[in-house]
């Protein structure tokens, strides 16, 4: 597996990562991941952090694609997860969600815990309401944008940049969902009839743009543009809007 590489010091790796590979074990996870790829790659990874995740920083869920940053020394890896922990990382995503949004910028700030009906799920829980007082629940904020809005004879779309304030797991997947705009090929949030564009064979969700402070002190931003695959399907539904526009 050859994975593209965006930016390589003595501290930090950064990658793109593909849609379609677990960043690192959890649970009963018996594929191969993206740390059992870079553990066979690079030797230092493994005195890098301790199991399951070594010297990955972040992780991105199974489907989504994008900016992902590896630590290459622990010293390194410490300085970067604090960042992460106390929100000084700036994070944006390029999503498709599912109809028409009508405002132009919203913010979702809610709490989000575990789905007591599926395990695999995260679900949101609004403050003050009773279920709020449930245990483990935790603060998610996302900051969302239109890009653009893709009307169709079939369905609606909305590109949105979304900018997660907090970390949670699945936070922009659980709080686009509650909105009633799921992320469109999302199999776990999807709503059921969703339709879907055609050829788009995984979730439409991307990490395109990332900004954090470097050990040396020094600030630095990465970009990683659309994957092929998702080009292509904004394309078709560029070629499909003017038509219906006509």
């Not at 959890?26 to 059992?36: A, C, F, I, Q, S």
């Not at 995740?53 to 890896?77: M, P």
């Not at 970067?80 to 979702?108: A, W």
């Amino acid at each position: 597996m050859k994975i593209p590489v965006i930016y390589e010091d003595e501290n930090i790796l950064v990658i793109d990562k593909p849609a379609g590979i677990t960043v690192f074990p959890e649970g009963k996870t018996k594929e191969k991941t993206l740390r059992d790829h870079f553990l066979e790659e690079y030797s230092w990874m493994k005195n890098v952090g301790t199991f399951p995740r070594y010297g990955i920083v972040h992780r991105l869920d199974k489907d989504t694609s994008g900016i992902l940053l590896i630590a290459k020394n622990n010293e390194a890896f410490s300085f970067l997860q604090d960042q992460f922990k106390n929100k000084l990382v700036e994070k944006k995503y390029l999503t498709l969600v599912s109809g028409k949004i009508k405002d132009k910028e919203g913010i979702v700030e809610t709490l989000i815990g575990r789905a007591p009906k599926d395990r695999r799920k995260q679900k949101v829980y609004l403050k003050g309401s009773p279920e709020a007082k449930k245990e483990g629940l935790r603060e998610a904020k996302t900051i969302w944008k239109v890009v653009e809005i893709f009307p169709g004879k079939k369905s609606d779309y909305t590109l949105l940049e979304v900018n997660p304030k907090t970390g949670r797991k699945h936070q922009i997947r659980t709080h686009l969902a509650h909105l009633g705009h799921p992320v469109v090929g999302d199999k776990l949030y999807s709503f059921k009839n969703q339709i879907l564009p055609e050829g788009l064979t995984r979730q439409f969700l991307h990490a395109f743009y990332l900004k954090i402070s470097l050990p040396d002190g020094k600030e630095i931003e990465f970009k990683t543009e659309l994957p092929p695959e998702l080009k292509k399907i904004l394309k078709n539904l560029t070629t499909e809007k003017q038509k219906y526009e006509l």
